[in-house]
């Protein structure tokens, strides 16, 4: 009888070229993986190119030009260290985070709340967007006299500001989030009797996370507008009682110096959302 040409030990076919299948999958990701890594260390080499370059000339308009208009960069940074060692300083950023920190809790929390109340309902979602698209379009400027007669000259009235600023965005997108899951998809649930609680947790939720992440992220920008538009229109305190004080003394250095410290809140809360995105969408 013909004995099997086939050793043993000798795999199947199929299995060695699975192995071989994965093998190539891991190269690939390896690759991918490399070339993520230069990519983003190209970007960081350019970022960084185009910061010194703004910085450059902005010291050159400032030694060349009008010192009163434009003061050079090295010292509006050397006067942005003083302020930062002062307890004058810290005294205001305590009024301005505070207030921001709040605002930017109400309008979260609530944006995300009215997001997910109302867009599970299509004809109602689009009842309620004309109103949040009304308080996205609107100039604060009308807004400041109902404000400061509905909440005074107090602290309600800057987080009140925030809220307005940057609620609209959390809930718009918050809606738009909910509106991109696919009916199928919760036609489906619908149709195999999956509880309402539990579609809401495992369908709405997850589903709605790209977009109430995007609508963070926006909203922060807002808010940080809102918090100056707060402070240096509707009632001059904390770090905009600064700024204008500045401004009247005519001291463009310190005007530069803290418009610089309102730059970087807003630059560090956006970084922090876009990190805590990306983690949160890691599964996409």
Do not use: C
């Not at 000339?57 to 009163?68: F, K, P, S, T």
């Not at 090295?74 to 300083?89: A, G, Y």
């Not at 921001?100 to 009842?127: C, D, K, T, W």
């Amino acid at each position: 009888m013909r004995s099997s040409s086939r050793s043993p030990s000798t795999p199947p076919i199929d299995d060695r070229r699975d192995a071989g299948t994965q093998r190539a999958l891991e190269d690939r990701a390896v690759v991918g993986r490399k070339a993520g890594r230069r990519l983003s260390y190209r970007s960081w080499v350019v970022r960084s190119a185009s910061v010194v370059v703004f910085l450059l000339v902005w010291e050159a308009v400032g030694r060349l030009g009008d010192a009163r208009r434009v003061p050079p960069a090295s010292e509006v940074f050397v006067r942005l260290v003083v302020e930062l060692i002062t307890p004058e300083f810290w005294a205001a950023a305590w009024t301005t985070l505070s207030a921001l920190a709040i605002g930017l809790a109400i309008s979260i929390v609530g944006g995300i709340a009215f997001g997910m109340a109302f867009g599970v309902r299509r004809n109602v979602a689009e009842v309620s967007r004309l109103y949040i698209g009304f308080l996205i379009a609107v100039p604060i400027a009308p807004l400041i006299p109902l404000l400061v007669a509905v909440f005074g000259l107090g602290p309600a009235v800057r987080v009140a500001a925030i809220v307005i600023f940057s609620f609209p965005m959390v809930a718009e997108y918050t809606i738009a989030g909910i509106h991109a899951i696919s009916p199928s998809v919760l036609d489906m649930a619908r149709s195999f009797r999956v509880p309402p609680v539990r579609r809401f947790l495992r369908l709405l939720i997850p589903g709605a996370v790209p977009g109430i992440m995007t609508g963070i992220r926006l909203g922060v920008g807002r808010a940080v507008i809102g918090m100056v538009v707060a402070e240096l229109i509707i009632v001059s305190t904390g770090i905009g009682a600064l700024l204008k004080r500045y401004q009247a003394t005519f001291d463009p250095v310190g005007v530069f110096a803290l418009v610089i410290v309102f730059l970087a809140v807003g630059l560090l809360l956006v970084q922090l959302v876009s990190f805590a995105e990306r983690r949160f969408l890691v599964w996409r």
